[in-house]
T-cell receptor, first 111, second 115 residues
Framework: TQLLEQSPQFLSIQEGENLTVYCNSSSVFSSLQWYRQEPGEGPVLLVTVVTGGEVKKLKRLTFQFGDARKDSSLHITAAQPGDTGLYLCAGEVDSSYKLIFGSGTRLLVRP | KAGVTQTPRYLIKTRGQQVTLSCSPISGHRSVSWYQQTPGQGLQFLFEYFSETQRNKGNFPGRFSGRQFSNSRSEMNVSTLELGDSALYLC??????????????FGSGTQLSVL
């Protein structure tokens, strides 16, 4: 069974601080995606990483895919209240048209 | 371009009843997938449809079923509701359903409460 474990589960930080969220698995994924979900809405795709060791930057967000394609991290620099939300990593299982989601990291950025 | 539309937004049912949820994908998208989100289990895959064919199904009991119409709109049905079925049901659409590489567009979900 392929599982994605995220840490930490909850994170409450002050505006301007940096943070890193981790997504780990014992299985290899051909790609990993990161989503952000705000209350009352569905998840919105932030990025897809497909190559081991790949690093992608999206403004203040930096995403990294582990060399062995079993883990990924999301780093936010100078967090802002607008970054508040539930961050989810997800991977597809064997071209099965379904995503396995991590348990999520709930981030609160206090002004 | 209109997003994924799910109706109704909120639903309250009692145990034993059945419910039908609807999802209208983005125009041109032929793949529709459904997920259940609960605080305890997170997001779990229910099923995926492409061109009216179910291509994959998650580990849910047979009380959970779905279908897709020729215009790509999809419905899911839950019969004999149980308290544990209370959840946010999310629908996502994409062009081909290649979930690991394509962008899935999620609707805002239907919040189902079973009393």
């Amino acid at each position: 069974t392929q599982l994605l474990e995220q840490s930490p589960q909850f994170l409450s930080i002050q505006e301007g601080e940096n943070l890193t969220v981790y997504c780990n698995s014992s299985s290899v994924f051909s790609s990993l995606q990161w989503y952000r979900q705000e209350p009352g809405e569905g998840p919105v795709l932030l990025v897809t990483v497909v190559t081991g060791g790949e690093v992608k930057k999206l403004k203040r967000l930096t995403f990294q895919f582990g060399d062995a394609r079993k883990d990924s991290s999301l780093h936010i620099t100078a967090a802002q209240p607008g970054d508040t939300g539930l961050y989810l990593c997800a991977g597809e299982v064997d071209s099965s048209y379904k995503l396995i989601f991590g348990s999520g990291t709930r981030l609160l950025v206090r002004p | 371009k209109a997003g994924v539309t799910q109706t109704p937004r909120y639903l309250i049912k009692t145990r034993g009843q059945q419910v039908t949820l609807s999802c209208s994908p983005i125009s041109g998208h032929r793949s529709v997938s459904w997920y259940q989100q609960t605080p305890g289990q997170g997001l779990q895959f229910l099923f995926e449809y492409f061109s009216e064919t179910q291509r994959n199904k998650g580990n849910f009991p047979g009380r959970f079923s779905g279908r897709q119409f020729s215009n790509s709109r999809s419905e899911m049905n839950v019969s004999t509701l149980e308290l544990g079925d209370s959840a946010l049901y999310l629908c996502a659409s994409s062009l081909s359903g290649d979930a690991g590489y394509e962008k899935l567009f999620f609707g805002s979900g239907t919040q189902l409460s079973v009393l």
